[in-house]
């Protein structure tokens, strides 16, 4: 899991932006719904938050502008230097550190009564082993009555219509124009995806196209609500894209 893991966003990094049509806005919107969520879950600001697979800091940065102190941790070494160079970009201050969500109790230092992994980071757990020592960890860096946060893809849904192609977009943004899409390729039993991503931009009288190759499993909410439940934690909670304007649904739970 980790090598394929690890080379997708090694491979993405630099290019992990040209996937939104503005993704400064896109931080600003997140961060906003995020603090939202946690107020009414009555984490607010300035509470210590751990973001266990913050990528390039898509939610990091966002809650970390809004008064939250925010340590931010990835997989990927190339993914957390971005981030540690949009911080100072955008005059917003973080910690940051290079850990795999699976060994988090031993790699990450100190207790957080908040801790986030959004943006389908958990479905890269390919199996029940992977996902339990995941959810374990998470919840041992968590307070007593801490607040674990994970987002991913609705997968109740996306089985059943198993999409082959989806997220055509041409942008016509500052960093210039581009072409996004994504061809899905399943497993026979429907329990796992390859997302292969196409970026398209001009170049010269063509077009350059890059792709970065994932592999995720379609897990479906009873699944996750499971795995947190085996790993001692309590009062899960699914909070839809309408409720939260978040673009992916939502689960929280609790350590006792």
């Known amino acids: ?58 939610q990091a940065l966002g809650l970390a502008a809004r008064g939250y102190n925010v340590h ?25 550190g290079v850990a795999d969500m699976r060994t988090l109790d031993t790699q990450v230092a100190g207790l957080f009564p908040v801790v986030l992994a959004f943006d389908n980071a958990v479905p890269h757990l390919l199996t029940d082993e992977d996902l339990d020592a995941a959810a374990r960890a998470m919840a041992a860096k968590l307070t007593p009555g801490g607040l ?21 977009r041409v942008l016509d943004a500052p960093e210039g124009r581009r072409i996004l899409f994504q061809l899905w390729d399943w497993s026979a039993d429907g329990r796992m995806y390859t997302v292969h991503q196409f970026i398209l931009r001009p170049e010269g009288s063509g077009w350059q196209t890059t ?46």
């Open 72 to 96: 931010a941790t990835d997989l990927s070494p190339a993914a957390v230097a971005r981030a540690e160079r949009e911080a100072r970009a955008m005059n917003v201050t973080l910690t940051t």
């Open 211 to 256: 792709e970065h190759t994932g592999v995720y499993r379609a897990l479906h909410r009873v699944e996750l609500e499971r795995a947190l439940t085996r790993a001692g934690l309590m009062d899960t909670r699914w909070y839809l894209p309408e409720e939260t304007g978040f673009y992916q649904p939502i689960l929280t739970a609790r350590r006792p």
């Open 148 to 168: 674990l946060a994970l987002s991913i893809r609705d997968y109740d849904t996306l089985v059943a219509q198993q999409p082959r192609f989806t997220s055509e």
């Open 1 to 58: 899991m980790s090598d394929a893991v690890l080379g997708f966003y090694e491979g993405l990094a630099e290019e992990y932006h040209l996937l939104f049509a503005n993704w400064a806005q896109s931080v600003e919107r997140q961060g906003a719904a995020l603090d939202a969520l946690l107020r009414r879950c009555g984490a607010p600001p300035p509470r210590r938050v751990l973001d266990c697979a913050c990528g390039i800091g898509t």
